[in-house]
């Protein structure tokens, strides 16, 4: 992980079928990772996104 990452660490991942996870975009705050994945959710609403701590 590098060290832009780590100041980083809220992350918004795609989820794919095949078990693995697309990291879509990282944040500093949780707050801002929840906005953004409200957007996320109005856009593309069949796609599943979700907020981890990395």
């Known amino acids: ?3 832009s990452e780590q100041l980083k660490p809220w992350c918004i991942v795609r989820n794919i ?3 693995e996870n697309i990291v879509v975009k990282r944040f ?3 707050d801002d990772a929840v906005a953004y994945l409200q957007v996320l959710k109005q856009s593309a609403r069949d796609i599943a996104f979700q ?4």
């Open 17 to 19: 079928p095949n078990q």
């Open 51 to 54: 907020i981890i701590f990395k």
């Open 28 to 30: 500093r705050r949780r």
């Open 1 to 3: 992980m590098t060290y």
